[in-house]
Structure formats: structure tokens, C-alpha cells
């Protein structure tokens, strides 16, 4: 399986940032598959932001709730994060991932990845 992010490496403060990720060599609507959304900001660790699942559900970090939506294309097998009200604290490496449980893979270990993308907020 391969993953790839896209989208703008730039956001300025209070917009949405919205990524896409395309999966190839398996399908988002294989059963038991849970494919996520983990950031990494310049410093710290790994933070798990959402999930969807194989069967549309979607589940999300509780501190990121408001500002988080997760959805998928199955026509595309492409899944989207979409986060709103944006600040510099939002500056980060984004991933998205697959796992085998709602909470995503808790290290670069297991699942599988896509590379990451860069995303800075700065006006």
C-alpha cells in the first residue's frame, strides 16, 4: 500500500487547512483497515488527530474535536482532513496513515505512512 499527502504547505492564521490523502494498493473500504490523520509539530511528537473507518465512521482526537473533520472519496480512495480556525501552534508535519484500531498507529513502526507533508501557518 502507498499513501501520498497533498495539499498547500501555507496557511495563514484563522483559515481552514484542508489535505488530502491518496491510497493506492488497497482500498479505504477494505473491512477492518482504519486510516488517519497524525501530526507531528516541529520538536514534539507524534499527535493522532482523527480517523475514519473502512465503513465511513469517523473518530476524533477530543481536544481537536471542534476544529476537525475527516471525510473520504471512495470513488477517488482518497481521504481529506479538513481543520479549521488554524494558528501558528497548528504548524506541523502532517501524515496520514493506516492502522488496525480507530486510535491509528502509534509510531512510524506500524501501519503503513505516507511520507508527510509540510504545513506552516503564518500570515
Known amino acids: 500500500v502507498q499513501l501520498q499527502e497533498s495539499g498547500p504547505g501555507l496557511v495563514k492564521p484563522s483559515q481552514t487547512l484542508s489535505l488530502t490523502c491518496t491510497v493506492s494498493g488497497d482500498s479505504i473500504r477494505t473491512n477492518y483497515n482504519y486510516w488517519s490523520w497524525i501530526r507531528q509539530p516541529p520538536g514534539k511528537g507524534l499527535e493522532w488527530m482523527g480517523t475514519?473507518?473502512?465503513?465511513?465512521?469517523?473518530y476524533y482526537r477530543p481536544s481537536l474535536e471542534s476544529r476537525t473533520s475527516i471525510s473520504r472519496d471512495t470513488s477517488k480512495n482518497q481521504f481529506t482532513l479538513q481543520l479549521s480556525s488554524v494558528t501558528p501552534e497548528d504548524t506541523a508535519v502532517y501524515y496520514c496513515a493506516r492502522g488496525a484500531t480507530m486510535r491509528g498507529p502509534t509510531s512510524k513502526a506500524e501501519g503503513a505512512w505516507g511520507q508527510g507533508t509540510q504545513v506552516t501557518v503564518s500570515s
Open positions: 475514519i473507518s473502512a465503513n465511513g465512521n469517523t
